[in-house]
């Protein structure tokens, strides 16, 4: 059926359901003539006479009263899917997506998504990992935590803190191996490599790549988690972010093996979630969840484990 149909469809019904063209071009505000070529392109169309046409209006046939009653369900189908639609508009959650790393996201962010929805339960979280930054400008995310420091104009980028990553090894790897001196005492250990880290290089020191170059890897992952469950096994030595220092119970840090790195993470959004009234209460929650003052491991400096209240 061609879509002009439905509009012809929709003037057959007026017409049988009011009885003469008169009264349904009064109706539907349209024309005499208008309403009559409807109805004639219709019965033309369908091969059909839906109309006795007579000196007292126009009669609807018995073909046409079956007609009618396939029009009439499908005018009450459309008005119910308009109905459910406006219901389900009015009574939607405002979803706001947040896009960041692996470790940020399961590790960080995710355990303090209740205390969030305790204080605002009508706005929904839509917690995405990606490996590298979304283009928020394109709607990628409303919201990103990322490495990478944004180039696009049409974005709102503000420094957020920064990670240091620092040695960790299980208690039990440390029983059965030891505890490692220094960095080249690393050599002797089984190390866990997280393949996936190639942010902000430059901040890795000079003697950092040809280290890592030479190091007796066991494991290569790209996945965070993958490395963390390895890690807690008695697996071996990884680099991990120094923030699970408050809250990391399973595994012991290596601080005095130094800080491996320190790259910047940036907020970053686009203009539609500043103007948005369901936006700001989550950019305060995630100023928040980084604020320095409150989370000591996100400042510029690194923070070690003696500071731990």
């Not at 910047?264 to 959004?269: H, M």
């Amino acid at each position: 059926m061609i879509p002009n149909d439905w509009a012809r469809l929709m003037v057959f019904q007026t017409v049988a359901e009011e009885g003469t063209i008169t009264a349904a071009a009064e109706t539907l505000q349209l024309g005499h003539a208008t309403i009559s070529r409807h109805i004639e392109d219709l019965e033309h169309s369908l091969g059909l006479e839906l109309f006795r046409r007579s000196t007292k209006g126009m009669e609807i046939t018995d073909t046409g009263r079956h007609v009618l009653r396939s029009v009439q369900n499908m005018s009450d189908s459309a008005h119910a899917i308009t109905a459910n639609i406006r219901a389900m508009v009015a009574t939607k959650r405002p979803q706001v997506s947040i896009a960041a790393p692996e470790g940020i996201a399961a590790w960080w962010l995710a355990p303090r998504l209740p205390e969030f929805h305790r204080a605002n339960p009508g706005i929904e979280i839509g917690l995405i990992v990606l490996p590298d930054a979304p283009d928020v400008a394109k709607g990628d995310a409303d919201i990103s935590i990322q490495f990478d420091e944004p180039k696009s104009p049409n974005v709102i980028m503000r420094p957020l803190g920064w990670i240091h990553y620092i040695f960790w090894a299980a208690p039990g790897y440390l029983a059965l191996h030891g505890v490692p001196t220094d960095r080249f005492d690393l050599g002797h250990h089984r190390m866990l490599h997280f393949t996936s880290y190639r942010k902000q290089q430059e901040l890795w020191g000079e003697k950092i790549p040809a280290w890592q170059e030479i190091m007796p890897w066991i494991v290569r992952t790209n996945s965070g988690t993958a490395l963390y469950q390895t890690c807690i096994a008695d697996g071996g030595i990884a680099s991990l972010p120094s923030y699970a220092l408050s809250f990391e119970k399973h595994l012991r840090p290596l601080p005095h093996l130094g800080v491996l790195a320190s790259p910047k993470i940036w907020l970053t959004y686009g203009e539609h979630v500043r103007e948005g009234p369901s936006f700001s209460p989550v950019l305060e929650w995630l100023r928040d969840c980084f604020d320095p003052a409150k989370h000591p491991w996100f400042r510029e400096t690194f923070v070690g484990p003696q500071f731990i209240g």
